[in-house]
């Protein structure tokens, strides 16, 4: 399995579980918008595009070859891990699995998505004042903590 192959089967930056928002540059902001994809801009003049992405379908980019600098050079700390053989394919699928049954369970217990509500479990978990309770919540945070955001970059 590749790394590649990984993304395909997890998508969960991309969908807003990981992160709300990805950081642009001001060169990307016109081909963004050429594939109606929404940018936000800040007061201070930064550009944001929220997630989860409206260019995922499933876990597939359809904006693979536009897509944000931000989001071609990430690779959370499970990709990193498989990249460098120190976890098997078998190992990381699980650990993706589990955080699928996570994000379902945070899900479970959120009233039904609404038009205009956020496509993530955990954005609208956060967004409904934790209306399923703040275990399942936490659970999930811990365990995306523990398995998929990296740790900084020393300085």
């Not at 109606?36 to 070859?65: E, F, H, I, N």
């Not at 498989?82 to 955080?99: F, K, M, N, W």
């Amino acid at each position: 399995m590749t790394v590649s192959d990984l993304c395909l089967a997890c998508g969960l930056c991309c969908e807003g579980t990981l992160f709300l928002y990805v950081g642009l540059n001001a060169g990307e902001l016109s081909r963004l918008e050429a594939r109606g994809l929404p940018v936000v801009r800040k007061k201070d003049g930064s550009l944001l595009m929220r997630l989860g992405c409206t260019a995922l379908d499933g876990a597939r980019c359809t904006a693979y070859q536009d897509r944000p600098d931000n989001c071609r050079g990430y690779f959370c700390a499970l990709a990193q891990q498989l990249h460098l053989g120190s976890i098997s394919s078998d190992s990381a699928l699980q650990i993706v699995q589990r955080a699928r049954a996570l994000v379902d369970e945070v899900a479970q217990n959120l009233p039904p998505r609404r038009e205009g509500d956020p496509c993530s479990a955990v954005q609208r978990a956060h967004e409904v004042g934790l209306l399923c309770g703040p275990a399942p919540l936490r659970r999930l945070e811990d365990f995306l903590a523990e398995h998929f955001r990296a740790p900084p970059k020393p300085r």
